[in-house]
């Protein structure tokens, strides 16, 4: 066998091999070393995986074949939602009757402009809020039948919640604000840790562990939010403006991250966005105006020229 081959077969074991991939593109961006620190030797990574279970996945790998299938379960369902809010004496309606239904392995992007109810949206998709009226079904429960502890978990270890301003604790340090959401599922205090550390070599921030939120770049605090929503390892990230406080070089580069999580490791992944460069992956776009789905367009190869 030819050691290419061998190569090959060991990055496929490998169970960060797609998210190495994906910062081999996103390292282009930043020509240096910075995302690769302590990366060098693939094997000592995966020695150090905290996330090697018995399917041997820090993610689950997807048939890409099989992303585009509708025949399962929906993971959310959104069956005639409205939200409405209470303005003094009147009430504004910023979802109109949105039926929306989201699979596993998608890459959707939700595309509207100012206003027209894609945080709302994402708040229910991500079911921090209860609609007014219509359902809300994640995986396949009506989470307004669920208690808010209930809800409150099995929402925590199935979404990942990346926003625009990062929404960091600034009290806390990197590998606190990672450590987060891992201290409610009552981690013990030294897998929590590897974990953290696993997570921020992934997004190349090793060498920032202790450093406070107000002592990182923007990109480096979203990349820690990114990190910190990949910490449960759910199969679904929502995202909200991702890049929209970052520089087009540094917003690529978040962009580029979450595309090799649903290409290479099978997360389903959900943006809201104003921003037309965000659609550069989508399987599928959602044109969202005035509280209502405008239309809906589904990509399974490139998008036409021009488009972005
Ligand atoms: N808590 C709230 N109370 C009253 N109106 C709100 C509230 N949140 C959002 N809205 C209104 O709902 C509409 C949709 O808001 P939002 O979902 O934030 O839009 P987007 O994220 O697309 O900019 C806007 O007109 C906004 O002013
Ligand atoms: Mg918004």
Wanted: net charge negative; hydrophobic share 35%.
């Amino acid at each position: 066998m030819a050691l290419t081959e061998i190569i090959e077969i060991f990055k496929t074991k490998l169970n960060v091999s797609g998210i190495l991939n994906s910062l081999d593109k996103a390292a282009d961006f930043y020509g240096e070393s910075d995302i690769y620190s302590e990366m060098d030797d693939p094997g000592e990574t995966i020695k150090n995986n905290p996330y090697n279970g018995p399917g041997g996945a820090f993610v689950k790998n997807v048939d890409a074949g099989k992303l585009s299938g509708k025949k399962e379960v929906p993971l959310i369902k959104l069956t005639d939602v409205w939200k409405t809010y209470q303005m003094g004496e009147s009430e504004f309606a910023a979802l109109r009757g949105v039926n929306l239904e989201i699979y596993e392995g998608e890459f959707l992007v939700v595309l509207g402009p100012s206003g027209s109810g894609k945080s709302t949206l994402m708040n229910l998709l991500g079911c921090l809020d209860l609609p007014s009226k219509g359902t809300v079904f994640l995986n396949s429960s009506d989470i307004s039948e669920l208690d808010e502890s209930e809800l409150a978990r099995i929402r925590g270890q199935m979404i990942g919640f990346i926003f625009q301003s990062f929404n960091l604790i600034p009290t806390l340090n990197t590998q606190e604000n990672v450590l987060l959401p891992l201290e409610f599922l009552e981690e013990d205090a030294r897998t929590a840790r590897e974990k953290a550390a696993y997570l921020l070599e992934i997004v190349g921030l090793s060498d920032k562990k202790y450093n406070l939120p107000s002592q990182l770049s923007g990109g480096q605090r979203q990349r820690v939010a990114i990190a910190r929503s990949l910490a449960v390892n759910p199969p679904v990230i929502l995202a909200d403006e991702p890049t929209g406080n970052l520089d087009s070089k540094t917003g690529n580069y978040i962009l580029e991250f979450l595309y090799g999580l649903n290409k290479k490791e099978g997360k389903t992944i959900i943006i809201v966005t104003h921003d037309l460069e965000l659609v550069k992956y989508a399987t599928r776009i959602v044109y969202i105006r005035d509280g209502q789905i405008e239309k809906i367009e589904e990509y399974t190869q490139n998008k036409p020229e021009g488009m972005i």
